[in-house]
DNA sequence: TATTTTAGTGAACAAGTGTTTACTAAATAA
DNA sequence: TTATTTAGTAAACACTTGTTCACTAAAATA
């Protein structure tokens, strides 16, 4: 096996360590010695791959903003194969909570935690998904032949309540998350009918 | 001065200096030692207050609790005497993000930390919230003789725009926080609408 | 082949951690 | 007044932490 090969394979060790200590208590509590440890290997290794916590960290975030990435494509393959473009977003998006539950708490723990570099990169990550979301449902407003106005806003209310039901997912035992979900789509027609209808006062005050 | 006096008066100076610490750091990396300097103070001081770092942080969620009450009363008193609500509520919540950044903190960032009895006491005082502002939108579906359907699941959407934005606003600077509250008020707008014009549906179609 | 690079190691470091101990001085109770 | 309770202390404990160092063995290069 080639040197780069096993290089980026501890890496990948120690990426895996991390993100399995972050599900027993964040990542601010979080030490190099206990990420060596649990990948086994000698805390010294760890400066050969990353020079800082903080650096680890980034790569970290990296992999969060590629989960979101993965998590759009999905939903969009499905959407074109069930046609139902909410219930089935919503699905894919619970699916990726219950299996990349530490990413996720990555994102919504140091989204507000002490590193600043964490806070804006995810912001970044997030701030992204908005921006996919809103291009999609503009696509969706032309196709079917409404206005949702200032489509971003609405972007930005459905981000907001489909993370932060992400957040109650993540410690909801499985048999109750169907009725979470429930609530959630409930939640996410409310903000399009609502911005449809004011999309269409504001149409008829210009006109 | 009363010798109880005098421990309650330490043992506020202990969570006051916790609480300034969280805002340079979240909960997590703060160590007990940190916070009796900060607080002028020996180590062994501490242990006449909490047993625990997990007992000072119990101690902080219940100034959250506090902060959410003292939070809705004057959002109440604002709008009786001003009568716009939404625009009102976003007032004053913005307010108390502003000059409570680091319970705010607290209460968003150990929603998902390591500690199970935060979490779930975080949890149970945003419920709480999600409740009062369930009974004030009934109330106001009553006054206007319109219906939202079930206003809990208006009132849920709404939390989780309004503590959104609260995360960002905590750092945008104060100049750009004004624009960050029209989106929000607009998003608010939308999901009473979207309520309203569900509700009337589902009424249409039982009768 | 011989030489250089380098991923990973083990030992050591200074510094910080939580917690316990016996102690002081002042407020309370007798 | 004298005796007791107690909020706060200083010192010590056994650990863990981040970081550096000289070193090895194996892969890459010459």
């Known amino acids: 096996m080639t040197r780069r090969e096993r290089k980026a394979q501890t890496r990948r060790t120690l990426i895996e360590a991390a993100l399995c200590l972050i599900e027993g208590g964040g990542f601010a509590g979080l030490s190099l010695r206990e990420v060596t440890r649990q990948a086994g290997v000698a805390p010294a290794t760890f400066y050969r791959h990353f020079s800082d916590m903080e650096d680890l960290g980034l790569a970290l975030i990296d992999e969060v903003g590629l989960m979101l990435r993965q998590l759009m494509r999905k939903a969009r393959k499905r959407i074109s194969e069930t046609g139902s473009v909410t ?14 539950g530490n990413l996720f708490r990555l994102l919504l723990g140091e989204r507000i935690g002490n590193t600043p570099s964490f806070r804006s990169a995810l912001q970044a990550e997030l701030n992204r998904f908005t921006e996919e979301l809103t291009e999609d449902l503009e ?69």
Chains 1, 2 share one sequence.
């Open 139 to 207: 696509r969706q407003a032309v196709r079917l032949k409404t206005s949702l106005g200032d489509p971003s806003i609405a972007a930005e209310a459905i981000v907001a309540v489909v993370f932060s039901a992400g957040v109650e997912a993540l410690d909801t035992p499985g048999h109750r998350c169907q009725q979470l979900m429930e609530r959630l789509i409930l939640e996410i027609r409310m903000i399009l009918t609502g911005a449809a209808v004011m999309a269409k006062k504001n149409q008829a005050k210009i006109e």
């Open 87 to 100: 219930r089935t977003s919503v699905n894919v998006f619970m699916e990726f909570v219950q299996s990349n």
